[in-house]
């Protein structure tokens, strides 16, 4: 039968693809859009079987904070080049999932792929455009932040985000920025000291007595050094305890102070492709 330039146009604007693989879909369904539709579903499953062994490495990762600003979401959604990573509209799906989550209020990746995005389920709409990118792509990490208030930041190149909660309301939104940026530029561990996971400090302390016996310290002082090494560990590697990268002079914890006395952060999220 023939297919209009008009119906084309429309089956292309619902599902992003190509406006010769909507002429094909729509003669293989004999004009019937949700027919042409599922044929591009199809391909795109059939795309992302076929690709599944290929590292899906680039993408963006995007964080967003709501109206109260007492929620921050992040999402990340992985494609195989950086080509398609910078598209506009690999953005734009992006963003969409992201405020899908945030709008809804889920919790979880799970609950953010079953919910319905363009007359699909999220896991279903990245399957389809699977079959309109060509690539493999990948929706691996959805995460969210409540606090008393939150902050997000998106590094420019969409390769790296993140969110900081903190413990009151209507914070300074230039002091939440640069703490959501420091978490950025130097990559905390955990909040502070009392956060961080014994797993890691039983592992720093291991190294650090290690490190003392290689260079010939007495085993009975290994646990001392090992605790003094321990010490420099937390000041650079939890966030109230790390020098300020704006005033190497003061801590995060400080800078916060400055602010109010009882300010402090409770929470935060980094993400970044790179590492």
């Given amino acids: 039968m023939a297919i209009s330039a008009a119906d084309v146009s429309k089956l292309r604007k619902m599902t992003g693809a190509g406006m010769m693989d909507c002429k094909k879909a729509l003669?293989?369904?004999?004009?019937?859009?949700?027919?042409?539709?599922?044929?591009?579903?199809?391909?795109?499953?059939?795309?992302?079987?076929?690709?599944?062994?290929?590292?899906?490495?680039?993408?963006?990762?995007?964080?967003k904070v709501d109206e109260t600003k007492k929620r921050g979401a992040m999402v990340v959604l992985n494609c195989e080049t950086d080509f398609v990573a910078k598209n506009e509209s690999f953005v734009a799906l992006t963003q969409s999932i992201l405020d899908l989550g945030l709008n809804n209020k889920v919790k979880t990746l799970d609950e953010l792929k079953s919910l319905?995005?363009?007359?699909?389920?999220?896991?279903?709409?990245?399957?389809?455009?699977?079959?309109v990118i060509g690539e493999k792509?990948?929706?691996?990490?959805?995460?969210?932040?409540?606090?008393?208030?939150?902050?997000s930041y998106i590094h420019p190149g969409n390769k790296l985000a993140t969110m900081v909660g903190f413990n009151l309301p209507d914070v300074e939104y230039q002091v939440a920025r640069d703490v959501a940026m420091q978490v950025a530029a130097m990559n905390p561990v955990a909040?502070?000291?009392k956060s961080v996971p014994q797993s890691v400090i039983d592992k720093e302390l291991e190294i650090g007595?290690?490190?003392?016996?290689?260079?010939?310290k007495p085993e009975a002082i290994l646990d001392k050094i090992a605790q003094g090494r321990l010490s420099k560990f937390f000041a650079?590697?939890?966030?109230?305890?790390?020098?300020?990268?704006?005033?190497?002079?003061?801590?995060?914890?400080?800078?916060?102070?400055?602010?109010?006395?009882?300010?402090?952060?409770?929470?935060?999220r980094?993400?970044?492709l790179n590492n």
Avoid: H, M
């Fill in 137 to 151: 792509l990948d929706l691996p990490y959805f995460d969210v932040i409540e606090a008393e208030y939150v902050v």
């Fill in 27 to 63: 003669e293989e369904a004999n004009g019937d859009f949700d027919g042409a539709i599922d044929v591009i579903r199809k391909k795109g499953q059939a795309i992302a079987n076929k690709r599944a062994d290929r590292e899906a490495s680039e993408g963006v990762v995007l964080s």
């Fill in 209 to 216: 007595k290690e490190l003392a016996r290689n260079e010939g």
């Fill in 191 to 193: 909040v502070d000291s």
């Fill in 236 to 268: 650079e590697s939890t966030l109230l305890q790390q020098q300020f990268v704006k005033d190497n002079k003061i801590t995060i914890d400080e800078y916060l102070k400055k602010q109010n006395k009882e300010l402090t952060v409770t929470d935060f």
């Fill in 116 to 131: 319905n995005l363009n007359n699909t389920t999220v896991a279903e709409c990245v399957i389809e455009q699977i079959g």
């Fill in 270 to 272: 980094r993400y970044s």
